[in-house]
Each structure stands twice: as structure tokens, then as C-alpha cells.
Nanobody, 117 residues
């Protein structure tokens, strides 16, 4: 059974940083595209960043230059380093694993990030 478990969220002041982690199990992690999404209250879930099996990365314009996605295939974990946080970054951050050969994907349960002074 596939499980994605996020951690690392919390309350930070504007300009602060966090490191989000997503530990995966039950899948061949190294071949999956891993992504971070976020959903703010009253808004649709949106893609923040993704990293392919080969390490290629993609970022939303709103976070490029402030967020960094990385993966450790030996630990079946994907990270999201979030720097220069703004109040508008407040959201639940979700990890997602996409199977490369079809449209099947899996979600984690989410971790809350709140940016406030």
C-alpha cells in the first residue's frame, strides 16, 4: 500500500524558512515524479514544484527563486525547502507521487504552513 507522509510544517514569521519532507513507502520511489501542491482556504489546490525521476525540476512562478525541491532516492523522501515565506504562502502543503506510465497518482495527508507575524 502506497503511503506518503508529510512533515515539517508550522507557524513562521514573514521572511522565515521551513523544510518540508515527504516520506514515501510502498512504491518504487525512484521512478515516480514527485510534486508538492498547496491549497489555501477557499482556493483550488495548485502545483508548487515537481521533480522528475531524472532530477529535472519545475516551479510555479510564484515560488521560483524562493522554494527548492529535492529528492533522496536512498531514503524515499522528497523535500521542499521554503525560504522567504510570505503570508500568501499560507496553505496546506501536499505531497503527490505520479506513476510515470499512466495517470495514477497518490496524495499525502498534508502539512500546514502558516506565515504570520
Amino acid at each position: 500500500q502506497v503511503q506518503l507522509v508529510e512533515s515539517g510544517g508550522g507557524l513562521v514569521q514573514p521572511g522565515g524558512s521551513l523544510r518540508l519532507s515527504c516520506a514515501a513507502s510502498g512504491l518504487a520511489f525512484q521512478i515516480y515524479t514527485m510534486s508538492w501542491y498547496r491549497q489555501a482556504p477557499g482556493k483550488q489546490r495548485e502545483l508548487v514544484a515537481s521533480i522528475g525521476s531524472g532530477g529535472n525540476t519545475n516551479y510555479a512562478d510564484s515560488v521560483r527563486g524562493r522554494f527548492t525541491i529535492a529528492r533522496d532516492n536512498a531514503k524515499n523522501t522528497v523535500f521542499l525547502q521554503v525560504d522567504g515565506l510570505k503570508p500568501e504562502d499560507t496553505a496546506v502543503y501536499y505531497c503527490r507521487a505520479d506513476r510515470p506510465w499512466d495517470r495514477i497518482y497518490y496524495w499525502g495527508q498534508g502539512t500546514q504552513v502558516t506565515v504570520s507575524s
